[in-house]
């Protein structure tokens, strides 16, 4: 639900991966105002099941609230594999097919709205607040963010030996490492809010000042959950 104090939100969602199911069912519990601010980490689409609907979804969404989708390496896959046939083999194989059957059987590339493709060639590398980063995958702490790599920012894997916290102090909220616990990553300066969902998992929704987060599968089961301060 709005905040009820009227309050804009800045809520990150993660990665969705074709589960429009679970992106409904977390927008109803939501309730995004034009005063809210949603991020979405990327991987909007692959292996899940509608990433037709999902696309759908969030262009629609875009008008009721300020959408800020990032790039995510499912996104630069698809891009790829409209310009060669060997990245579209290695696509099709890590999701790809499910995305396109989404549109329909024996779907090619002009089955896809062009307002699809705007949707993902506009997706942005990264997003920066005052307090928080925002990237698809991961972040190198000791550079500012227009200075990441696109491997970095998409790529790149959690690995706890190696993180640390961005040398701005802000708090980093990142996607593509998928937590098939269904439980959040957080290391306080870091937190990971790719909960699986195409895989069975759950789909989170993290509002970041308040720390409340909402969950949701592809059954439409809804739960919210409280961040804990980190040690």
């Not at 692959?46 to 995510?72: A, E, K, Q, Y």
Request: charged share 20%; aromatic share 10%.
């Amino acid at each position: 639900m709005p905040d009820p104090s009227g309050h804009p939100r800045t809520i990150a969602i993660g990665d969705i991966h074709g589960c429009s199911t679970a992106l409904e069912t977390l927008l109803s519990a939501i309730q995004p105002t034009k005063t809210d601010t949603i991020v979405t980490l990327g991987d909007h689409i692959d292996w899940g099941p509608d990433s037709r609907g999902v696309l759908d979804t969030l262009i629609n969404l875009s008008s009721r609230c300020h959408l800020i989708p990032l790039f995510g390496n499912h996104e630069e896959m698809l891009l790829a594999a409209r310009q060669s046939r060997s990245e579209l083999a290695l696509w099709m194989k890590l999701g790809g097919e499910d995305t396109m059957d989404s549109y329909g059987s024996y779907a090619t590339w002009d089955d896809i709205p062009r307002s699809h493709f705007q949707f993902i060639e506009n997706c942005r590398p990264y997003y920066e607040t005052e307090q928080f980063i925002f990237s698809h995958a991961n972040y190198d702490p000791d550079l500012p963010m227009e200075q990441q790599s696109p491997q970095m920012l998409r790529w790149e894997h959690l690995f706890p030996p190696r993180l640390g916290p961005h040398y701005s102090g802000k708090t980093v909220i990142v996607g593509h490492t998928a937590q098939q616990t269904g439980e959040i990553f957080d290391l306080g300066f870091v937190v990971g809010i790719d909960t699986f969902c195409s895989g069975g998992g759950w789909l989170t929704a993290l509002d970041t000042a308040s720390g409340h987060y909402w969950q949701a599968n592809e059954r439409g089961d809804l739960k919210t959950r409280q961040r804990e301060a980190s040690s």
